[in-house]
């Protein structure tokens, strides 16, 4: 299966969304779906997944307050994902594994792309050339801005926690990711499958397992 320049791995499923939408959740969720039918999982996340793109990670989310510039971010994203897709993604798939990603290159085109304004051509230029392979399956959690500050605050309340780098653009920036994150589930309405995150956790759950449900029997 292929996805223009990109081969498709229908047994890769990532989790799309902005901060605090639940991805984590519900990531548990499907893992555990999956592991009760007998299935080998692997469950990763982005930027990271491997220690040398969790050193990159490190680097992304506290730059030590030096201003990072949109295509540093762009290229410390793709680094740490040419490594993870090579040393996790793809073995794991290859042994016939399931491989669940708390996001995935969709997050670069809603995050650089749509909020940080780079353009979109570069982006696929390094989504083809880097990485080379498109999930199967997306669930794109998606929450409005406020919802996700609140719960992402009350998080860091109970874990004592602070907002990361990132997390601390304002809402005009997450504005943008969830519009970036709208437009490739237009774009990519077979893939891309949005659910409502606004919703209790364990019905967002039942949601994703549904749609892995629906998913696995076109599989068969
Ligand atoms: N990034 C990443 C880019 O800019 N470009 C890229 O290419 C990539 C890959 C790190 C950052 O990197 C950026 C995006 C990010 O800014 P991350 O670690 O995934 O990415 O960061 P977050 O999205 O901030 O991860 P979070 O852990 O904050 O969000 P989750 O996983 O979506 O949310 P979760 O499950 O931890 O839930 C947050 C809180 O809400 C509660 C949970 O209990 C928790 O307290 N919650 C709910 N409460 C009520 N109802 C529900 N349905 C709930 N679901 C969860």
């Not at 926690?161 to 601390?168: L, S, Y």
């Amino acid at each position: 299966m292929s996805a223009g320049a990109l081969v498709v791995q229908p047994r890769l499923l990532t989790l799309e969304g902005g901060e605090g939408a639940g991805k984590t959740t519900v990531l548990r969720a499907l893992r555990d779906a999956l592991v009760q039918e007998g299935c080998d999982v692997v469950c990763t996340r982005e930027p990271g997944g491997t220690p040398l793109a969790e050193r990159i990670r490190g680097l992304l989310l506290d730059a030590g307050g030096e201003p990072v510039h949109a295509h540093t971010e762009l290229l410390l994203m793709f680094a740490a994902r040419t490594q993870h897709v090579q040393q996790v993604i793809l073995p794991a798939l290859a042994r016939g594994a399931w491989v669940i990603s708390d996001r995935f290159t969709d997050s670069s085109y809603a995050y650089q792309g749509a909020a940080r304004g780079l353009d979109t051509g570069f982006i696929e230029a390094l989504e083809t050339t880097a990485v080379g392979i498109s999930p199967g399956l997306t669930l794109l959690l998606d929450l409005g801005v406020a919802s996700a500050r609140a719960r992402t605050r009350g998080r860091d309340l109970l874990e004592g926690g602070a907002p990361d780098r990132i997390e601390r653009e304002r809402d005009e920036f997450f504005e943008r990711v969830r519009e970036g994150f709208l437009a490739r589930a237009a774009q990519f309405p077979g893939r891309i499958r949005v659910l409502d995150a606004s919703l209790e956790a364990d019905r967002v759950a039942e949601a994703a397992m549904a749609h892995l449900a629906a998913y696995r029997r076109g599989l068969a």
